[in-house]
């Protein structure tokens, strides 16, 4: 049954038509599902599924109160409906030690519904991609990051492929090649973040060194690494910056883009600009073969996947009637 609902797609035939079987499926997913992967969100791209994420722009899931209640949030949200947890600290402190024990709560908390041991938890990190210079300048962020056990990083005002290029080596141990070449050195992530990171994965040391490296650049990656194209410096340099090797997924950001192409109005989407900046970024994402990441509602979820959005921010309702369209077999 697997990637059935292209098929469903193609035939116009809406799932509720098909068996019994199928509709309960598509409610739970499949009850003998084994996660194959440590990254759940991976895991669903790699099978051509739409991911859907929850978290805010307002703070981190802990919120106030330290690290304690960091790790009883991580707790409650191990048995979250999403498939990656956004963990904001563009927008509010950076709190490496609210992450690390939201990441242990996530654990204690587990495993999540999936079978997975946790959700994934992808870091909007306060690194913004305006240069090479600067990327590099602040990489430490991204290795304390990593070191907490996450499963992702989105770099923000990705601007030019120099930033991005700085962003993916970063990231990565120097024993992964894929991908070195003319657009991509090799890493320059150090080792001794690897042993904590391992421990909330749940695997061995050399285990970890292995995984933790950018999927779809290396196919047997758990990092997924996402880039924010959400201004007209990114938009200007878009087909460039994502044929950089080692991005999973990009976005177009409308809020801050529609500020920097100065569109009058909070949520002006529908100006023809904006209209014109999200086709250039979805385009680009499809020439390049990145997920692409758009905000999904109950009322559009099913027309933006057949489009070609592939994750989103969704409230649950909304990610019930996505997953039923492309009948997942993941439970959730």
């Not at 242990?104 to 990190?125: F, Q």
């Not at 600067?134 to 996450?150: E, H, K, P, T």
């Not at 080792?191 to 749940?202: D, F, L, M, N, Y």
Request: proline share 7%.
């Amino acid at each position: 049954m697997k990637n059935s609902w292209k098929q469903t797609c193609l035939l116009g035939l809406p799932l509720i038509l098909l068996s019994g079987m199928v509709i309960m499926l598509a409610e739970n997913g499949n009850p003998a599902y084994k996660p194959k992967r440590i990254n759940r969100a991976v895991e669903l791209l790699a099978d051509h599924q739409p991911i859907y994420y929850t978290g805010s722009h307002t703070g981190a899931p802990g919120g106030a109160g330290g690290a304690e209640a960091s790790f009883e949030q991580g707790k409650k949200d191990a048995q979250t409906f999403a498939d990656y947890i956004s963990y904001d600290m563009e927008h509010t402190a950076y709190d490496i030690v609210g992450l690390t024990a939201y990441m242990k709560g996530l654990v204690a908390g587990g495993p999540a519904k999936s079978g997975h041991r946790t959700p994934a938890v992808i870091v909007n990190c306060p690194v913004n991609g305006l240069d090479e210079a600067s990327v590099r300048a602040n990489a430490w962020m991204f290795q304390q990051v990593l070191a907490a056990g996450v499963h992702g990083i989105m770099l923000t005002h990705a601007d030019n492929p120099g930033a991005i290029r700085a962003f993916i080596e970063a990231v990565r141990f120097p024993i992964h090649k894929e991908g070195v070449g003319p657009l991509l050195h090799e890493g320059h992530r150090g080792q001794h973040g690897s042993a904590p990171a391992a421990q909330i994965w749940g695997i061995s040391l050399q285990e970890y060194e292995d995984k933790a490296d950018p999927w779809p650049l290396n196919p047997n990656g758990e990092l997924l690494l996402g880039v924010k194209e959400e201004d007209k410096y990114a938009l200007a340099n878009v087909n460039a910056n994502l044929k950089i090797p080692g991005i999973g997924m990009a976005e177009w950001g409308p809020g801050d883009m529609q500020m920097s192409l100065g569109v009058p109005g909070r949520g002006s989407v529908n100006d023809p600009k904006m209209r014109d900046a999200r086709a250039t970024v979805m385009a680009a994402c499809k020439a390049n073969h990145i997920a692409f990441l758009n905000s999904l509602a109950a009322n559009a979820v099913v027309d933006m996947i057949k489009e070609g959005v592939m994750v989103g921010p969704a409230s649950q309702p909304t990610t019930e009637i996505g997953r039923k369209f492309t009948n997942r077999q993941m439970p959730w």
